[in-house]
């Protein structure tokens, strides 16, 4: 990454976190990824060479910003996805020179996995609503194809029994090997054999 790039990531977080702390209401905050989760999931997706990527929960575009980088290496594209009009996310692509790459879909999440094909994602990665995520079972390990990776966050931290059920359907999913790494929030990362 280059270092404009990666200065300009860093006032974006910066920013985000101020921004949140004078915000009373959770839906109005921009609730970023820990940078170094953020920089572990862009690793992946070089490593795995992903072409497409989806994201749930663009916010204003912190995390969609790194997948963007990380996209322009493989030659890939990353979709991401927010039921809410998304807190200048488009401007900040924009401003990082990565629209490119980059698809903004206005959408509710379970709506918008039920519509994908079936084993077409390379890395699916869920950072929205997490008591939400059991509701849009089977489709997130359908749309994953074989070798994919579905990457979760917040397993740890803040609430981590909100992820329970859609922890348990991992678990019960002989298809997808999959582990929790302390990293940040905590990062469960589930693999498609
Ligand atoms: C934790 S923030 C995402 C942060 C972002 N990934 C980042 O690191 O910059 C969660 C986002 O999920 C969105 N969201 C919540 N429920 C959703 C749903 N059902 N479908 C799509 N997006 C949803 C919220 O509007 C919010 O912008």
Redesign the pocket.
Same mark, same amino acid.
């Given at each position: 990454m280059n270092t404009d790039l990666q200065e300009f990531l860093n006032q974006l977080h910066a920013e985000?976190v101020d921004h949140d702390s004078s915000q009373v209401d959770r =839906?109005h905050r @921009?609730?970023?990824?820990n940078p170094e989760t =953020?920089h572990f999931i862009a690793m992946l997706v070089q490593l795995m060479h992903a072409q497409k990527v989806v $994201?749930? &929960?663009?916010?204003? &575009? @912190?995390?969609?910003i790194w997948l963007a980088d990380a996209v322009t290496t493989t030659g890939g594209t990353i979709t991401t996805?927010?039921? $809410?009009s998304?807190?200048g996310a488009a401007d900040n692509v924009e401003r990082a020179g990565l629209t490119e790459p980059v698809e903004f879909v206005h =959408? %509710? =999440? &379970?709506e918008y996995l039920a519509g994908v094909e079936d084993d077409s994602v390379d890395v699916l990665f869920l %950072?929205? $609503?997490r008591t939400?995520y059991a509701g849009w079972w089977p489709h997130p390990y359908r749309v994953l194809r074989a070798g994919g990776l579905m990457l979760i966050d917040n397993a740890h931290h803040p609430a981590p029994d909100e992820l329970t059920a859609f922890v348990a359907l991992i678990a019960d999913e002989p298809g997808l090997d999959q582990l929790v790494l302390p990293l940040g929030s905590g990062l469960i990362m589930a693999r498609k054999v």
């Open positions: 985000g =839906a @921009y609730r970023n990824l =953020a $994201e749930i &929960g663009t916010s204003n &575009g @912190y995390s969609t996805v927010d039921i $809410e998304q807190h =959408a %509710d =999440a &379970g %950072d929205a $609503e939400q």
